[in-house]
């Protein structure tokens, strides 16, 4: 008889930047949360510091250098703490505990989390156990890393293709909590050069549907949206910085910043608030209520989102220096000239900053590379390269970034190491690093995704189908790359070969006779073992089954929901409304299709009913003899 497995509990480290760490740490009767929490640390090569306060148990000092910060002769002073939380089953979320790690029994909770805080505190963690790795802001953290390396990919799959029909998704999708959001551009009438629709926040399911979407203002859009606290923020590119409702697309409030030429930056966080660029040289801090807390200028005009760490705000101006502007709103500390202008984000590494630069000459890129920089404002190294309009992305080996070259590798040190040729003059969107290979997006009218290995060889490449020009960089989320393109779409492909277990997806498609509907729930993925499909048809009545029928009374339509869960329990959720007024059969929309997809006959109107189109044709006809009377009576 086989052995059976042992207990784990997931634990994780949430390092309140964008940076976590999990670790699933084998428990027995027994062990407190404090043993797991030990056992944690050394998996993870962490330092950590603790303190045992007797007779209560231990609580966290430090942990890989975030150090907990309290002044109390100050109790309203800002402050650093590691917070304690646990997961609960019932509530199907974190709850903060008030005790102490030692009195959690791993052995009754799924999860443990420690949470780097500021005061006044913010939670729970973006990162769940079914969902451990959302992707927040638009180079994945606040420190600009890049990078996903807890994954490695012999290659990709594309699961499915949306097009979201709005205009250009020219920033990457961001995720969180088994939820996507993509920022549409608006479509662009190319005669006037004016936008005849609004630009667009999308928030959909992992398997492609649309949950809700809301106008953004207008113009185009190159800042990525940031996930932070339950809540999505978009700097639009008309000054407007929008805060929605992540699970329901609400409304919560605006910031206008006044600011007209489209420059915008996409926002991070930084003590508790929203950081993003006001009027040129201008630096804004919004609270999480949406008022203005501080404005700073920095002393050159800056296109690309800061890079926070500790206490500092680190941006690249358009001057060519590399600024570090003090995080609590006071000014400038210190600057450092690299050399031409610097486009993208810096990243923030433990001990020095990378940043990417590119000079110009006459308004022409003749030069660019990548540089290092102390955080005593000292210049490390300069490693020449090409144009480099893009981000840098941390390695295991170093630091890589794509120019009009290709894609060059930089030992932490500054040594040149490889550069790998994409055969295409235009950079595209910045490099996404995994464990042992860097992922890239050439800018053409036939995009290709590139996975360079960590010697410089082009391992893979794919061309993305159908053909569409991607100017944004990939992101990662639960074992599938997203990318967006300039067409408007957004595609998602599973990484082959990996450890990670891609949680399940619920997701359906239906077809109406009548009042008649079959409901076919194969579309669902992921997960371990064989899903379990639960339906509620928005009547009162339920089924089991991955494919069922069911008859209703009248036409009216109804919120139907499928409910998959797999051998572990872990479940996905996915309500539709499905319409029912349809006098012949008509086929729901398969997830990751639109209307223009969708088994629609020539000629009609996308995305109306058959029976919406005959009274369009209808009253055609009719407009049609009218006039034609009107023309004869007119002639006699």
């Not at 399940?504 to 008649?516: H, R």
Request: glycine share 10%.
């Amino acid at each position: 008889m086989a052995a059976e497995e042992p207990s784990t509990c997931a634990f994780l480290i949430d390092f309140g930047n964008g940076r976590i760490l999990w670790a699933d740490v084998p428990v027995a009767e027994g062990m407190n949360g404090f043993e797991v929490y030990e056992n944690a640390t050394a998996m993870l090569g962490l330092a950590e510091t603790n303190a045992y306060q007797p007779p209560y148990g231990h609580y966290i000092t430090s942990i890989d250098g975030y150090t907990s910060t309290i002044n109390y002769s100050c109790p309203v002073c800002p402050y650093d703490i590691w917070r304690l939380l646990k997961w609960s089953d019932e509530v199907d979320g974190w709850t903060w505990t008030s005790t102490m790690i030692d009195s959690i029994d791993p052995l009754a909770t799924r999860a443990i989390a420690l949470m780097f805080t500021r005061y006044p505190y913010v939670g729970p963690p973006t990162a769940t156990p079914q969902h451990r790795d959302p992707w927040i802001s638009e180079r994945h953290d606040f420190l600009n890393s890049g990078s996903a390396l807890s994954y490695s990919a012999s290659g990709v799959d594309m699961k499915w293709r949306l097009d979201l029909g709005n205009g250009a998704i020219d920033v990457p999708v961001i995720s969180g909590a088994g939820r996507l959001y993509a920022l549409s551009s608006g479509v662009l009438n190319r005669t006037t050069d004016t936008y005849q629709t609004s630009s667009k926040l999308f928030c959909f399911a992992q398997s492609g549907d649309v949950l809700w979407q809301e106008e953004v203002g207008s113009g185009h859009q190159d800042a990525a949206p940031l996930l932070w606290d339950g809540t999505v923020y978009v700097h639009s590119a008309d000054g407007i910085l929008y805060a929605f409702n992540a699970e329901n697309g609400y409304l919560k409030w605006t910031y206008c910043t006044g600011k007209t030429d489209g420059n915008v930056t996409s926002p991070i966080v930084c003590n508790n608030l929203i950081i993003i660029s006001g009027n040129p040289g201008e630096m804004l801090a919004v609270t999480r209520s949406g008022t203005l807390n501080w404005s700073m200028i920095v002393p050159s005009t800056f296109a690309s989102s800061p890079a926070a760490f500790q206490d500092l705000l680190l941006v690249g101006g358009e001057d060519g220096k590399l600024y570090a502007m003090a995080a609590n709103g006071s000014g400038e500390l210190w600057n450092v000239t690299v050399g031409g202008t610097i486009t993208g984000s810096p990243v923030a590494l433990d001990d020095r900053i990378v940043i990417t630069y590119t000079n110009v000459s006459e308004g022409t890129p003749i030069g660019g590379g990548m540089a290092a920089v102390s955080y005593y404002g000292e210049l490390i190294w300069e490693a020449p390269t090409a144009h480099t309009p893009g981000s840098a992305a941390v390695t295991p080996d170093g630091v890589v970034s794509v120019s009009s070259h290709g894609m060059t590798s930089v030992s932490l040190d500054g040594q040149p190491q490889w550069t790998a040729p994409l055969n295409s003059t235009d950079p595209g969107g910045s490099p996404l690093a995994i464990n042992g290979m860097t992922l890239v997006v050439t800018k053409e009218d036939r995009s290709r995704l590139l996975a360079v290995n960590s010697h410089g060889f082009v391992e893979w490449e794919k061309v993305i189908e159908p053909a569409q020009t991607i100017a944004s960089s990939p992101s990662i989320s639960d074992n599938v790359l997203y990318l967006a393109s300039s067409e408007g779409s957004v595609y998602a492909f599973f990484l082959e070969d990996q450890q990670w277990v891609v949680p399940p997806v619920s997701s359906f498609a239906y077809t109406v006779n009548g009042t008649t509907v079959h409901f076919d729930g194969s579309l669902s993925y992921g997960g371990e073992g064989e899903l379990v499909y639960n339906w509620s048809f928005g009547d009162g009545q339920t089924a089991t089954g991955v494919s069922v029928d069911h008859t209703y009374e009248n036409k009216t339509d109804m919120k139907v929901t499928l409910i998959v869960t797999d051998s572990a329990g872990l479940k996905s959720e996915l309500t539709k409304m499905v319409v029912l007024g349809c006098s012949t059969q008509e086929p729901g929309l398969e997830p990751g299709a639109t209307s223009d997809d969708a088994s629609t006959p020539s000629g009609m109107f996308p995305g109306w009913p058959i029976w919406g189109t005959g009274i369009i044709a209808l009253v055609v006809i009719l407009a049609l003899t009218l006039g034609i009377r009107r023309a004869k009576e007119g002639k006699k």
